[in-house]
C-alpha cells in the first residue's frame, strides 16, 4: 500500500496520458469517420446524380471530409 501512495502521482499522469491517447487515436477518428460519412450520404447537392456519378460524389465528398478533418 506504501509503493501505491509512493507512486500515486505517477499512476495518474500515466492514467490521463493513457485516456488522451485513447481519445485521440481511436474515439476521436471512428466519430470523424461517422460524421463524414452522414455528411456524404444526406448531402442534397447529390440528389441529382445517378449510378457512377453519385457514387464517386459520395466518395470524394467522404475523402475530401476526412482530409478536412486532418484523418487523411
Do not use: H
Not at 14 to 39: D, H, M, N, Q
Amino acid at each position: 500500500m506504501e509503493k501505491i501512495r509512493a507512486y500515486k502521482g505517477i499512476i495518474i499522469i500515466g492514467i490521463v496520458i493513457f485516456g488522451l491517447a485513447f481519445y485521440w487515436y481511436e474515439y476521436r477518428p471512428t466519430k470523424l469517420k461517422e460524421r463524414c460519412s452522414a455528411e456524404a450520404r444526406f448531402d442534397t447537392r447529390a440528389d441529382s446524380l445517378i449510378g457512377d456519378e453519385y457514387q464517386n460524389f459520395i466518395n470524394n465528398y467522404y475523402e475530401d471530409c476526412l482530409m478536412r478533418f486532418g484523418l487523411k
